[in-house]
């Protein structure tokens, strides 16, 4: 599960920032799509989805600590210490904080430092939090988009300061192409959203054990995806189909109920809306096609809180 706790960044303005306009400078939380109202909806979220771990996101955790430990805490209570959770933030914290997110059963704490303090963070607040980090029983690590390559995340690695250093793949959103155009990137040939050159990287780094590459394609197809996979199944009707994109598919008719039931469309194969009725598609398609049923539609759907609806395809 994604928990995205806090849009505000005070003390940085990362030209890259992927964050959109629901997201950057709000306070609002989020639990995958979910809008967090009350601390029930997190657990409600993880339990939809048979969430094995989250990862915690969003600006500066300093501002939200107290939200962060609370949901931290849920989470273990909740699901035990097999739950992984991991942090991603863009400051160091101090030892108070580490202890507290530790207390509250962080597992991981990963690092991403100001890029123009790239290849200057020996011997700063940078280096000191990984070994203070460690010290209050979190794994520390450094999560950076792919700009450019830096020796110095390989010697923190070496020097055992860092457990490992995740890289993904630069890219552009809605939320800072403008931005990155500005500062002169452009788009790889034939890709929604990586970053012309930003596997180079990979030619000084990608060669040490402890260096990961996400790459776009892994995050929006497969993370995303498998997500969705798990959610769908989870919370699926008897005749609702799970496609392998992790979408909901099924019928939509606009008969009444004691239509179905004189065409002796058994209970567990629809359910009653309020203006309409949710059957198995491929009992639907048979209906109309049969004309038993005037009209229709087949519904392709998010299984997300939200329903969002991808595709529908009318019948008649």
């Given amino acids: 599960m994604v928990l995205f706790v806090y849009g505000y960044c005070d003390q940085r303005d990362c030209f890259y920032c992927p964050l959109g306009e629901n997201r950057k400078n709000v306070t609002d939380v989020y639990a995958n799509e979910r809008k967090v109202e009350s601390d029930e909806d997190v657990i409600t979220e993880a339990k939809r989805m048979d969430a094995l771990g989250t990862s915690i ?31 991603y933030t863009g ?3 101090g030892r108070e904080n580490m202890r507290r997110l530790s207390e509250a059963g962080l597992d991981e704490i990963r690092f991403h430092p100001p890029l ?18 460690r010290e209050e029983g979190l794994t520390p690590a450094f999560e950076i988009p792919g700009i450019r390559a830096e020796e110095e995340f390989i010697e923190f690695l070496d020097e055992g300061a860092a457990e490992f250093c995740n890289i993904n793949e630069f890219e552009m959103s809605q939320g800072n192409f403008r ?3 500005e500062k002169g990137y452009e788009l790889q040939d034939g890709h929604m959203s990586a970053v012309e050159g930003s596997k180079e990287i990979l030619d000084q ?5 402890r260096v990961y590459f996400c790459t776009s394609v892994f995050k929006d197809a497969a993370q995303h995806r498998n997500r969705l996979k798990r959610m769908a ?3 699926r009707r008897e005749f609702d189909d799970v496609t392998d994109d992790g979408t909901l598919v099924y019928g939509k008719t606009w008969a009444d109920e004691q239509r179905l039931k004189e065409l002796g469309v058994p209970e567990e194969f629809y359910t009653v809306k309020s203006d309409h009725v949710e059957v198995a598609w491929w ?14 539609e087949i519904v392709e759907q998010y299984p997300t809180v939200d329903g969002q609806v991808v595709e529908r395809t009318p019948l008649a």
């Fill in 179 to 181: 931005r990155m155009q």
């Fill in 116 to 133: 123009d303090l790239w290849g200057d963070m020996h011997g700063t607040e940078w280096e000191e939090i990984l070994y203070i980090a």
């Fill in 91 to 93: 400051i160091t914290g």
């Fill in 283 to 296: 009992l639907l398609e048979e209906m109309i096609a049969e004309g038993d049923v005037e009209r229709g």
């Fill in 233 to 235: 199944e989870n919370i």
């Fill in 57 to 87: 996101t969003g600006g500066e955790p300093q501002e939200a600590m107290a939200k962060t430990c609370r949901y931290l805490s849920l989470l273990k209570d909740e699901f035990g210490e097999d739950h992984h959770t991991h942090l």
């Fill in 205 to 209: 780094m990608g060669d040490h054990e």
